[in-house]
C-alpha cells in the first residue's frame, strides 16, 4: 500500500463517488507484520460492498467477474472506520460493472480521506450459476 508522503498530491477534502454501500472497522486482525491494514482485506471490504449494490441492481444472485485499476493511494490503519461508495458505470446485457471507492475516518473524525479505488464487473446468475439477463428497464437501486 502507498504511504501518505508517497501521495500529497491527492487532494484529502474531495467528496465520495456515489452512495455509500457499507461501512466497517479495520481491527488488528486485519493487519501486515508492519501494522497496516492488508491490500486483501480492503480489496474484500469493496468486493463485499460491490455485491450489495450489485445484488441490488440485478434483483438477485450475482458473481464477481473481475477488478480492474485497484487502487492504493493511501494506508489503512487499525481503528479508522471504513466507508466503501459505489456507483453504476454501466449496465450490460447480464453484467454490472461498478467504480468502488474506500474511504476512511480516522479516529472516528472527518475529513473523509479517499484510500482506495477500482472498477468492479459482477455478472447476474440464476440458480444454476449461468449468466442471467439484467432489466435495465427496471433497475431500482
Given at each position: 500500500m502507498a504511504t501518505e508522503s508517497e501521495n500529497t498530491q491527492m487532494p484529502e477534502h474531495t467528496m465520495p463517488r456515489?452512495?455509500?454501500c457499507?461501512?466497517?472497522?479495520?481491527m488488528p486482525a486485519d493487519t501486515n507484520?508492519?501494522?497496516d491494514i492488508f491490500g486483501g482485506w480492503l480489496m474484500s471490504q469493496m468486493d463485499i460492498a460491490g455485491g450489495v449494490?450489485?445484488?441490488q441492481i440485478a434483483e438477485g444472485r450475482i458473481a464477481t467477474v473481475a477488478v480492474d485499476a485497484m487502487t492504493f493511494l493511501r494506508p489503512v490503519y487499525v481503528g479508522?472506520?471504513?466507508c466503501v461508495y459505489g456507483d453504476i458505470e454501466r449496465i450490460g446485457t447480464t453484467s454490472v460493472v461498478l467504480h468502488l471507492e474506500s474511504w476512511v475516518l480516522r479516529r472516528n473524525q472527518p475529513p473523509r480521506i479517499k484510500v482506495t479505488e477500482a472498477t468492479f464487473?459482477?455478472?447476474a446468475i440464476d440458480a444454476e450459476g449461468r449468466p442471467r439477463p439484467v432489466r435495465k428497464d427496471e433497475v431500482a437501486v
Open positions: 456515489g452512495d455509500l457499507t461501512r466497517t472497522l479495520a507484520p508492519s501494522g449494490l450489485a445484488s479508522d472506520v471504513v464487473t459482477f455478472v
